[in-house]
């Protein structure tokens, strides 16, 4: 494979840099910030600089990092997952076909002030000549960009020169009259006068000494324009009546005509033209490309990545760009275009800042010349301002991003989901720290051995069954020298009063505590036997746990069902308010089981639930096997990653462990004889985190694990945990 010359040095960087950023923002924003901010738009301008420093260096990296990639959507997507790799793509989209139309709708005004002509047909016209061209595969050569970037300079440093001994101070009067809501709304809305800050890393590839060049390229230019823009725009306030340039359509020629006379507005119109034409042209090619890039990604139909034979151009891409580009000049106001077009940049500035901890912190392969100093402080800095900017810019705008955000997700979960198979450096990275976690507190957890565990006996049982509860708290206390406590507990009508007829005890009680006192010398644990009647059996479990300070409880439940979970019953309350861990048999029987399965499906295994499965298999010499469903269709990442995790998880415990892979049946190599699994509680949370055994119909006995409140994960880490797991 041919391989492109690095021959673009720091000059050529700057240059591309700068020409990209040159345009709109200058000729056609300052009116519209003005109207929001007044003279505060000086340090908007300064402020939105500032604050796309983060996203900068962030870019810079990845670009040295992976300097073939090229482009904002293919950093996110490889570093967050094709999920928010959607979202960037789409809202980039967007992002750059609002710039595009911004440059039109604002550059034929200038245009209008030599010719007579009316702006939304001109606009729509020189909208559809610039489409065709790029579907002919006609494109600006670099020379003329240059030349582009040179007029422009040319004429912003005669105006700002010229203009400004004529700058007056009471111009600036009432600085700050429209307060921090205007300042950030102003500066939200001037942002996207940056967006072009990092297109030189779409051409990283081609720039020699990568890891010196990119980051002084773009922070370079990033503070050239930044004090070009604030100068320009100082200018402009200070040499016009307060309030004339507030709105107008060509800010920059109004100013000039006050200052230059005739000769100074044809100069800025020429540059206006020239810079927003080019501008537009740019926004056409490049936006055009993200649907092309997505299509071959198959995050976007194949279609889209379909080249014509005949021009040699993503047509269809280019046609699709084109329509929305006519439908927003057609239809949506100037300034509502500005808004939206900084919106979404500002959404794909954050996630460039959360890509660069992404790959930080993931397994992927990420070796950057260039660092971004002040990691992780000024990536997560970037990523707060920018939604925090969000919510400054107004309802249109915001909406905007939520309702591109909202949609990207659903075509996702539509579309590319099923058609997919990788995932990103931030899925990895995630999925590796909650592992992390769950192994501290897994140790914790194996390390604490409960010392008192109360059976719970609710219902009518027959011996075997009892014996069976008794033996697995048994054996749980076992290592430690722990107490059983086993409670039969009667329910009575309200009704009926609690006398001492009620609690005299009956034959059945005193052979019950005969069997288990019987039951104690056989099996050499300490075991308490006592019968307690209440008119509610949840409270009177709840309330004798609390008071006894028992560190489990253990009783004998069957699988919830719908109704159960939507609804609950009273094994669910007691699940709810017991001040300790539950622990709910499916009773069919336990004898010294040598086989013990530890079931984790949705997550990583819980904490008690793998105390619960060593302590078991180690009072009976047997060995604990993982069982593991694999994801939809697994990464190579996520296998490591969960085998990794399991190596870890082995470790601890002071049995032998096995690691069984499933069939494509659902079947196994060995028939478990105890299965432990955990627990999800009644309602939504139930209803989203369901863990049924990842043993289908094991035809065994099943221990469900609900650890105390104190020890549950919250909503948010078991979100991630079943995401990334």
């Not at 194996?446 to 565990?453: A, L, Y």
């Amino acid at each position: 494979m041919k391989e492109l010359e690095r021959d673009l040095g720091l000059p050529s960087v700057l240059a591309i840099s700068i020409g990209a950023m040159i345009g709109s923002g200058i000729f056609i924003l300052p009116a519209l910030a003005l109207e929001i901010a007044g003279p505060a738009v000086i340090v908007a301008y300064a402020l939105a600089g500032l604050l796309v420093v983060p996203a900068a260096l962030s870019k810079s990296e990845m670009a040295t990092a992976m300097p073939e990639a090229g482009g904002t959507y293919i950093y996110i997507e490889r570093g967050m997952g094709p999920l928010l790799g959607t979202v960037a793509g789409v809202g980039t989209w967007f992002s750059l076909s609002f710039k595009g139309a911004l440059a039109l709708v604002g550059g034929v005004p200038y245009l209008l002030l030599l010719f007579d002509l009316p702006l939304k047909p001109v606009a729509l016209g020189l909208a559809a000549v610039l489409i065709l061209i790029n579907v002919v595969g006609a494109k600006q050569t670099g020379r003329l960009q240059v030349a582009i970037v040179v007029v422009m300079l040319a004429a912003l440093g005669w105006f700002a020169a010229g203009s400004a001994p004529g700058v007056q101070s009471a111009n600036y009067a009432n600085f700050f009259d429209a307060g921090i809501g205007g300042l950030l709304a102003a500066t939200g809305l001037v942002f996207v006068s940056y967006a072009g800050v990092t297109k030189v890393a779409s051409v990283a590839e081609e720039v020699e000494d990568p890891g010196r060049n990119i980051p002084l390229g773009i922070l370079g230019s990033l503070a050239f324009t930044t004090v070009l823009y604030v100068a320009i725009v100082a200018v402009l306030v200070g040499v016009t009546d307060p309030g004339s340039v507030a709105g107008t359509l060509t800010p920059v020629a109004v100013a000039a005509e006050a200052t230059l006379g005739d000769t100074g507005v044809v100069a800025v119109i020429l540059a206006a033209i020239l810079a927003l034409i080019s501008t537009a042209n740019a926004g056409i090619l490049s936006s055009s490309r993200y649907p092309f890039a997505m299509s071959r990604d198959r995050l976007a139909p194949p279609s889209l990545s379909t080249v014509s034979d005949r021009f040699g151009t993503p047509v269809t891409s280019i046609t699709l760009t084109g329509a929305v580009l006519l439908v927003l000049i057609a239809f949506v106001p100037i300034l509502e275009i500005a808004k939206l077009a900084s919106a979404f940049q500002i959404l794909v500035f954050a996630l460039i800042n959360l890509a660069v901890v992404a790959f930080r912190e993931g397994s992927t392969e990420y070796e950057p010349e260039f660092t971004s100093p002040l990691y992780p402080w000024l990536q997560v800095f970037g990523a707060i301002t920018g939604v925090l900017l969000l919510t400054q810019m107004g309802t249109v705008a915001l909406l905007g991003a939520v309702l591109i955000t909202v949609g990207s997700v659903a075509w996702y979960f539509l579309y590319v989901r099923s058609r997919v198979n990788r995932e990103g450096a931030a899925t990895d990275a995630v999925r590796r720290r909650i592992g992390r976690d769950v192994i501290t507190e897994t140790e914790s957890a194996v390390n604490d051995t409960p010392r008192e565990v109360l059976v719970a006996l609710t219902k009518n049982v027959d011996e075997q069954r009892e014996r069976s509860l008794v033996e697995i708290a048994a054996d749980l206390v076992r290592q430690d020298d722990g107490r059983v406590v086993a409670v039969r507990f009667q329910e009575i009508p309200d009704q009926a009063p609690l006398t001492e007829d009620v609690t005299v005890q009956s034959s059945s009680d005193i052979s019950y505590e005969s069997r288990m006192e019987a039951l104690a010398a056989e099996i050499d644990v300490d075991i308490e036997a006592d019968e307690i009647v209440s008119h509610d059996t949840k409270h009177a479990v709840v309330n004798f746990a609390a008071d006894r300070g028992v560190d489990s409880i253990v009783a004998e439940h069957e699988p919830l069902r719908l109704r159960s979970r939507l609804i609950g019953d009273p094994i669910d309350w007691i699940v709810r308010h017991a001040p300790c861990d539950v622990l709910l048999v499916d009773n069919l029987g336990y004898d010294a089981p040598q086989q013990v399965s530890l079931s984790g499906g949705g997550g990583p295994y819980p904490p008690l639930a793998v105390d619960v499965a060593g302590a078991i298999a180690a009072a009976n010499g047997g060995d604990v096997s993982l069982r593991y469903p694999p994801g939809r269709n697994p990464t190579d990442k996520y296998e490591r990653t969960i085998d990794e995790y399991q190596s870890e998880l082995s470790d601890l415990l002071a049995v032998p462990v096995r690691t069984e892979p499933f069939r494509p049946d659902g079947g196994q190599r060995t028939s478990p004889e105890l299965v432990v699994r955990r627990g999800t509680d009644s309602g939504l949370h139930g209803l989203l985190f369901d863990d049924r055994p990842v043993v289908p119909s094991p035809g065994c006995t099943t221990i469900t694990v609900y650890p105390r409140d104190s020890d549950r994960p919250p909503f948010g880490r078991r979100l991630l945990e079943r995401l990334t797991f």
